[in-house]
């Protein structure tokens, strides 16, 4: 039993470091790079749909683009309740959402973010 369970481990090992092979070698490995979520597309689609005065957004995957946080500030969410909000920008960003693994939004009318900086002394 023994040396079956060597026998595997010796498989997997051989596999995995032929795959961290190939995937340094560009010839073996592609990506397609319209499926690459950044901040700057996020923030730039959040502007231009929502007219947006201020948005922030911060990759906090390490650069992969799978957990992103944003502040999105504008007029289109007043007399809004928080749920339709965040809705209003999961729908905007229906396409890049399917390849994030995490998102997490905050969402202010200009005057709510005012008042937020004036609490917070910026």
């Not at 209003?88 to 200009?110: C, D, G, M, R």
Request: a positive charge; aromatic letters at 6%.
């Amino acid at each position: 039993m023994t040396t079956i369970v060597r026998y595997c481990i010796g498989v997997s090992k051989k596999v995995i470091n032929q795959s961290a092979c190939r995937s340094r070698n560009s010839r073996h490995f592609t990506v397609n790079m319209s499926n690459i979520v950044t901040e700057e597309g996020i923030k730039n689609k959040l502007i231009k749909e929502l007219r947006a005065t201020h948005v922030e957004v911060k990759d906090e995957s390490d650069g992969c683009g799978g957990k992103f946080s944003c502040i999105v500030v504008a007029d289109k969410f007043e007399g809004k309740p928080l749920l339709q909000r965040h809705r209003l920008v999961n729908n905007i960003l229906i396409e890049e959402l399917k390849s994030i693994h995490a998102f997490s939004q905050k969402t202010y009318t200009p005057d709510q973010w005012e008042e937020l900086k004036e609490k917070e002394g910026k």
